[in-house]
C-alpha cells in the first residue's frame, strides 16, 4: 500500500499542496502579519494538514507528507514565493480565494482516489475527499484564531464533497483518467467560487439570523 503513487495521482497531489501552501502563507502574510517562520510554517500545516488526517485515518504511515520529500519541499517552497512575492500577489484580485479554491478542488480528487487505492467504499472515499480538502484549511484558521471556512463560508465542503463523489463514480465505473479528475475538480473550483461571488450559503437553523459568524473576514 506504500508503493510509489500514481503519477497523475501525484502531479495533482503536488499541486493542491503548492495552492494550498501559497493559500495558507497569504493569509499570514495578509491576515495574521506573521515573521518569515510562521508564514512558512502557516503554509506548510495549510498544504499538508488535510493529507496527514487522511493517511493517518487510512492507516497509511508513514503519511505521504514524511514518506516523499516532494511534498516538504513544495510546501516549503510555497510558503517562500507567498513571503518574498505576498505584496505583488496581494494586489492581485482575491488571489487568497482562488488558491484556496484550487487546493480544495485538487485535494479533493486525490484523498477520494487514495481512499479507493486503499480499497475503501464509495461513501467512505467521498467523506475522506473532503477531509483531504478541508483539513489544512480548518487548521489554518484555529491557528490564526478564526472561525473555521468550512464551518459558514460561501459553499466550502459541498463542491468538495461534489468533486470527491464525481472522483469515486468515475473510478469504480473504470472512466477515471485525466479528463475526468481535471473535469472534478473544475467543477469544485467554479462551484466554491460561484458561492464567493454571490454570497451563496448552506442552509442555515430555522429561524436563525441572515449573517455568518466570521463573514467580516474575507479571504
Given amino acids: 500500500m506504500n508503493a510509489e503513487p500514481p503519477l497523475l495521482l501525484l502531479a495533482l ?18 491576515a495574521a502579519r506573521l515573521d518569515i517562520v ?8 495549510t498544504a499538508l494538514g488535510g493529507g496527514i488526517i487522511r493517511d493517518i485515518l487510512i492507516d497509511s504511515l508513514p503519511p505521504a507528507t ?6 516538504l519541499a ?14 505583488r500577489l496581494d494586489r492581485l484580485a ?3 480565494i482562488v488558491f484556496d479554491a484550487l487546493g480544495l478542488s485538487l485535494f479533493a480528487v486525490t484523498g477520494a482516489s487514495k481512499a ?5 467504499g464509495i461513501g467512505q472515499a467521498v467523506i475522506l475527499g ?3 480538502a478541508v483539513g489544512g484549511g480548518t487548521l489554518r484558521d484555529v491557528l490564526i484564531r478564526r472561525i473555521p471556512t468550512v464551518l459558514y463560508s460561501e459553499l466550502y465542503a459541498i463542491p468538495a464533497l461534489i468533486a470527491a463523489a464525481i472522483t469515486a463514480v468515475t473510478v469504480r465505473t473504470g472512466v477515471y483518467g485525466i479528463p475526468a479528475a481535471i473535469g472534478a475538480a473544475a467543477i469544485c473550483f467554479v462551484v466554491r467560487l460561484v458561492g464567493v461571488r454571490f454570497g451563496l450559503n448552506a442552509p442555515g437553523p430555522p429561524g436563525a439570523r441572515g449573517d455568518v459568524p466570521g463573514s467580516g473576514d474575507r479571504r
Wanted: aromatic letters at 12%.
Fill in 13 to 30: 497531489d503536488l499541486a493542491g499542496t503548492f495552492a494550498f501552501g501559497l493559500n495558507g502563507a497569504l493569509t499570514a502574510v495578509r
Fill in 38 to 45: 510562521g508564514v512558512v510554517t502557516l503554509g506548510m500545516v
Fill in 66 to 71: 514524511f514518506g516523499d520529500w516532494r511534498y
Fill in 74 to 87: 513544495v510546501a516549503a517552497a510555497s510558503g517562500l514565493v507567498a513571503y518574498a512575492l505576498g505584496r
Fill in 94 to 96: 482575491g488571489p487568497i
Fill in 116 to 120: 479507493l487505492d486503499y480499497r475503501l
Fill in 130 to 132: 473532503a477531509i483531504t
